[in-house]
């Protein structure tokens, strides 16, 4: 089911619907959908999907159904700039770690389903330090077989988070959120890539002012340098943007 409350702008980028709004605005949506009927899929969106979605029907039907979809990457804010469109990057990374800070306060209860046992491990031995008395009240690695998807989702409805963080990869988590979001009635189910594997420490974030510089990707390509061919997307964005 698609929520409909949305009191901010759209813009739309290679005809994939962008919210805008500020990030203040985008955590206090996160928390009011809990008490609003249906659930919300929040894609943060990068260059790279969005020219997939482009390329390839079906992951522009997974964004279609998406509820949310925001600017993860410096790509995306460029390419909305060019039609005039001024709007604030969120990344996937600070929005997790930002929900985790809220969890205490605000009762938030949250699951995570994806990532490595190596780095789920590294990331909840440091929850109580960095974040306080969080209320993980589910977590599963991403490396599972298809026959064990239905006990892992009876797992989850059983937990009944109010966010549910997905870490098996683009577009590979946005496919499972779709499949599964009504039998899961979650309020807030959201891809979040590889941000666990930053935020445990396993891999690093590109240094403050690489960030400043933009130079994010860059890092990363240093930093998992088999990735070069999934990288070719940026340039082919950038000139499918400036054509569009
Ligand atoms: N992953 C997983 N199961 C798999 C394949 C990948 O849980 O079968 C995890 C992997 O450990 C990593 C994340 O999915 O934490 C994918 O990260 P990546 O940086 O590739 O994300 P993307 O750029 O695709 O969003």
């Avoid at 005809?15 to 500020?22: A, H």
């Amino acid at each position: 089911m698609k929520t409909e409350f949305k009191n901010w702008p759209q813009a739309h980028l290679l005809g994939i619907p962008v919210d805008c709004l500020t990030r203040q605005m985008l955590l206090d949506y996160l928390l009011d959908q809990r008490g609003r009927a249906g659930s919300c899929h929040l894609v943060t969106m990068n260059a790279e999907m969005a020219y997939a979605a482009s390329q390839e029907p079906e992951i522009m039907a997974l964004l279609q159904q998406a509820d949310l979809i925001i600017p993860d990457g410096i790509g995306v804010v460029w390419a909305l700039a060019q039609q005039g469109v001024r709007v604030q990057r969120l990344p996937g990374v600070e929005l997790v770690e930002a929900l985790f800070q809220l969890s205490p306060q605000k009762n938030l209860r949250l699951a995570i389903l994806g990532s490595s046992p190596q780095t789920l491990a590294a990331f909840e031995s440091q929850i109580p330090e960095r974040f306080g008395d969080v209320e993980l009240v589910y977590s599963r690695n991403g490396y599972f077989q298809p026959a064990e998807e239905a006990e892992i989702v009876a797992a989850i409805c059983e937990a009944r988070p109010d966010i549910l963080f997905v870490a098996l990869g683009v577009p590979r988590q946005e496919a499972w959120i779709a499949r599964h979001r009504e039998v899961l009635s979650v309020p807030v189910l959201m891809g979040v890539g590889g941000s666990f594997d930053v935020l445990s420490g396993q891999l690093q974030r590109a240094p403050a002012w690489m960030r400043r510089l933009h130079l994010e990707w860059f890092f990363r390509l240093l930093q998992q340098p088999s990735r070069w061919r999934r990288m070719l997307a940026l340039p082919r964005f950038v000139i499918k943007v400036l054509r569009t």
